[in-house]
């Protein structure tokens, strides 16, 4: 026994210079001139060929902890915002997902106010964000930085954000569900923000749709409500009010209670159809409880008395 223990190797010799992730732990030294460590960082990171991607990957975890330690000060880094976008826009392009993902967490640390977003945005990352979203549904760590990046921009101004990326996540919105995407939920509750902040962005790509379509199929009461109370919200306000088609779109959540053929998804089987209704029926029942306890759906909902109902 003791000699199994004497002759295994320890887990620091197996790793050697490595972390549980598979970065190369990448020296920084604070001490240096900040733009001494930048322009090693980016020069490793532009950089094609001769450096490993989990050495490039440590240098962009190294990136952030010099933003941190620095800040963002062009003349303290010694290199200008766009210089810098555009060798993190490199890492966007690697094959390996471990990187993109470290450069979708570089830009988000990065991004701190409107002016540096509107740098990212002219230099077309913006694509590059959207395709990380679009990407295979297995990478989920690069595609919850994507996400995450996404937040970090509404969050610094909704009003500049990128259609590229808002026909993204609405796409992700509406198929997510029949393709078992893990990152459904999340695609729809930033869009729900998007939707607060920015209605005209969300409005005319169709967004406020994708909402409601999927207050069907959601059956847990307070992600139906929530649903429910973005779209209540702007109708609650003149000026968001003419974005919401009342007549067309909220008339979907009481689809299953006046369509007798209703069903939700076309390629539904025969064998499932009665469950499926009846996961329907829950789900407007939940949508239209939560909009008689507003009262900007009150008025909406009793419009829907013209309609003629087949219970």
Not at 17 to 34: A, I, K, M, Q, T
Not at 111 to 131: E, F, G, T
Request: charged content about 25%; glycine content about 4%.
């Amino acid at each position: 026994m003791a000699a199994s223990i004497r002759g295994r190797p320890s887990r620091s010799i197996r790793m050697r210079g490595r972390n549980d992730s598979g970065e190369e732990n990448v020296p920084l030294d604070l001490s240096r001139d900040p733009s001494d460590n930048l322009r090693e960082i980016l020069q490793n990171v532009a950089k094609q060929q001769g450096v490993s991607n989990m050495r490039k990957l440590g240098h962009l975890n190294n990136f952030i902890k010099l933003l941190c330690s620095a800040g963002h000060s062009e003349e303290k880094l010694g290199f200008t915002h766009e210089e810098i976008i555009i060798c993190l826009r490199l890492a966007l392009l690697n094959e390996a997902k471990e990187v993109r993902a470290a450069g979708l967490r570089s830009l988000r640390y990065l991004i701190r106010d409107s002016v540096i977003l509107q740098k990212v945005l002219r230099l077309q990352v913006d694509y590059l964000i959207a395709r990380c979203i679009d990407i295979q549904q297995s990478n989920e760590v690069e595609r919850t930085q994507a996400l995450r990046l996404v937040r970090k921009m509404i969050t610094v101004n909704a009003l500049l954000f990128p259609s590229s990326v808002t026909n993204s996540l609405i796409a992700v919105g509406n198929d997510g569900l029949q393709e078992r995407d893990r990152m459904v939920r999340a695609c729809i509750a930033i869009i729900c923000e998007l939707a607060l902040k920015n209605p005209v962005a969300v409005a005319q790509r169709g967004g406020l749709s994708t909402i409601l379509k999927n207050v069907m199929d959601c059956q847990l009461s307070r992600i139906n409500e929530a649903l429910v109370t973005t779209i209540l919200h702007l109708l609650n306000h003149p000026h968001t009010r003419q974005y919401v088609r009342s007549d067309v779109e909220l008339e979907q959540i009481l689809a299953p209670y006046t369509d007798f053929h209703y069903r939700h998804n076309a390629d539904t089987e025969e064998g499932q159809l009665k469950e499926d209704r009846e996961a329907r029926f829950l789900a407007s029942k939940m949508s239209i409880v939560a909009s008689f306890r507003s009262w900007s759906g009150k008025p909406h909902s009793f419009l829907f008395s013209n309609i003629s109902v087949g219970v």
